[in-house]
């Protein structure tokens, strides 16, 4: 199984809602990944788990909250946005080590609209 | 910080020619390179991945280069189809899980 699999496909929510992206594989993959793509742009990183436990966070603000429950499952928790949070947002997966470290499998998205 | 460029941003090719597109990064100091392809609205496919000690990675109609000490990688497209048409990105890969994307080149290959 070489897929990463992302629910919702899309989310529409008002500003005072909060809402919850998920993710997921069985690659045995270690290391997970969130990244927001606005329209015509690439990929910016968010977030990175490494071992269930957070790596890196890119500055992010604190209105997105990440979660890693376990070693499959990548949850990304909304609250308060603004309606330039609107984008796609990737989940992304690899190994933590070894000689394919660091290639990134991703899943299909989340497109989220914040109204 | 590492700067990632890819050119031509645009491409439009008919059905059947082979094509080349570039990329290149400013810090040779890489790990790897991936080269990905995203469909509009979609998320990213992984093409190639190239270890910084290779020269060449090879996938069906698909062959990327790297050329670390110049700060260069191409991807060369075969016999080119419809169905190759997306945005190709490259991302050269640096420690701590980091990748750099570029800013693609979308590809339009006409029936």
């Known amino acids: 199984d070489t897929e990463v699999t992302q629910t919702p496909k899309h989310l529409v929510m008002g500003m005072t809602n909060k809402k919850s992206l998920k993710c997921e594989q069985h690659?045995?993959?270690?290391?997970m990944y969130w990244y927001k793509q606005k329209a015509k742009k690439p990929p910016e990183l968010m977030f990175v788990?490494?071992?269930?436990?957070?790596?890196i966070n890119e500055s992010v603000p604190s209105r997105f909250s990440p979660e890693c429950p376990n070693s499959s499952l990548l949850n990304l928790h909304l609250h308060a946005l603004q309606p330039e949070d609107s984008a796609l947002y990737l989940c992304?997966?690899?190994?933590?080590?070894?000689?394919?470290?660091?290639?990134?499998?991703f899943g299909p998205g989340t497109r989220l609209t914040v109204l | 910080k590492q700067e990632v460029t890819q050119i031509p941003a645009a491409l439009s090719v008919p059905e059947g020619e082979n094509l080349v597109l570039n990329c290149s990064f400013t810090?040779?100091?890489?790990?790897?390179l991936q080269w990905f392809r995203q469909d509009p609205g979609k998320g990213l496919t992984s093409l190639l991945l190239?270890?910084?000690?290779?020269r060449e990675q090879t996938s069906g109609r698909l062959n990327a280069s790297l050329d670390k000490s110049s700060g260069r990688s191409t991807l060369y497209i075969a016999a080119s189809q419809p169905g190759d048409s997306a945005t190709y990105l490259c991302?050269?890969?640096?420690?701590?899980?980091?990748?750099?994307f570029g800013k693609g080149t979308k590809l339009s290959v006409i029936p």
């Open positions: 992304a997966s690899s190994q933590a080590s070894g000689v394919s470290y660091n290639e990134q499998f």
């Open positions: 690659m045995g993959h270690r290391a």
């Open positions: 788990y490494s071992y269930e436990k957070l790596s």
């Open positions: 810090d040779s100091a890489i790990y790897n």
């Open positions: 190239i270890q910084s000690s290779q």
């Open positions: 991302a050269p890969g640096a420690g701590s899980y980091q990748l750099t």
